[in-house]
């Protein structure tokens, strides 16, 4: 399957066992995390693009603190239960998330890899983030020296010399590893679909953090990322229905053109986000719907996916 055929359906193992009412309702494809062997044995057998979500930078603090970055004072930044993006210093975690990708490769042939947490640290999913400049650790201090030829050595002075450089170096640094990990995927399977699951602000929101704090640019990500995936939940970051139609409208102004956008939408929203986004001009290459397992459960809701998604490929075909 190719990016030419957009995928439509839910996220989440607890929709494994309505995987025979998905094409009745519209959806041809299936997320889960990780290499999940039933969830792909499920998906060949009824006909369902698999799509593994991949985790990448992130992982329990409490159990691996030495992955937790350095903020501007020199100390571990502020988490709480929900955090993303590790130090990127921290090789040997480095090679762990390698390892796992090649053996899921070696494994299996899954449809698409959707690359998750591919980003710096910090949490978008609420109305008020706690977004922490980080990655001060010596080790990441000398990289960006390094790679810029900048002579810096404190947060403070990198910041107050050398923000912009920094903020481009970190950016770097992450699409750098989305081709390291792009590279990979295709070597072993063509044919797989690379996605990437992304920050939902634009680039100009919260003062630019989405490459400020998320080191996320559309632009350096496009050469590797087949599927860009903004995760659209309204009700958790405090935003309207219609967030997904208002993004899929602003996305041209910043996704390379000929990227398709793909959102992920949040069963918490059900119906109204998804009727709004099946409402946009250019609804998106298919959609994505984070714990949509009680939806599929109920034939009347599950209704609603199937003349959605009906609604988005008649424009797709019509484009």
């Known amino acids: 399957m190719s990016t030419a055929d957009p995928l439509f359906g839910p996220y989440g193992s607890s929709a494994l066992p309505y995987i025979d009412r998905f094409a009745a309702h519209g959806a041809n494809a299936f997320w889960f995390h990780g290499f999940d062997a039933a969830a792909i044995e499920a998906c060949e057998q009824h006909g369902v693009a698999a799509c593994v979500e991949f985790k990448t930078f992130r992982a329990d603090f409490d159990a691996r603190p030495e992955l937790i970055p350095i903020g501007v ?4 930044i502020r988490y709480g239960e929900l955090v993303q993006g590790v130090c990127l210093s921290q090789h040997e975690f480095l090679a762990e998330t390698e390892a796992n990708l090649l053996d899921g490769l070696r494994r299996f042939a899954p449809t698409g890899i959707w690359l998750d947490y591919l980003t710096y640290a910090g949490w978008f999913e609420t109305p008020e983030p706690d977004l922490q400049e980080s990655c001060f650790c010596p080790a990441c201090i000398a990289d960006f020296c390094a790679a810029t030829g900048i002579d810096a050595t404190t947060p403070q002075q990198i910041l107050a010399t050398a923000a912009g450089a920094w903020t481009r170096h970190k950016c770097e640094r992450v699409a750098r590893f989305a081709a390291h990990y792009a590279a990979l995927i295709k070597a072993h399977r063509p044919e797989c679909i690379v996605g990437a699951y992304m920050c939902p602000w634009t680039p100009e929101e919260y003062d630019g953090a989405l490459a400020r704090i998320f080191a996320q640019d559309y632009h350096l990500l496009a050469p590797s990322i087949d599927i860009f995936t903004p995760l ?25 053109a000929g990227k398709p956008v793909q959102l992920i939408l949040d069963a918490l929203d059900f119906p109204e986000s998804l009727l709004a986004t099946a409402e946009a001009q250019q609804p998106g290459w298919g959609v994505q719907l984070f714990g949509g397992a009680h939806v599929f459960a109920d034939a009347e809701r599950a209704a609603i996916i199937a ?3 009906e609604q988005m490929r008649g424009k797709g075909d019509a484009a």
Do not use: E, H, M, N
């Not at 004072?73 to 571990?76: A, E, L, V």
């Not at 939940?233 to 390379?256: E, N, V």
């Open 73 to 76: 004072d020199g100390q571990p």
């Open 232 to 256: 659209i939940y309204a009700t958790k970051s405090g935003r309207p229905p219609t967030w997904g139609r208002d993004f899929l409208t602003q996305a041209p102004a910043f996704i390379p």
């Open 307 to 309: 003349r959605a998604v």
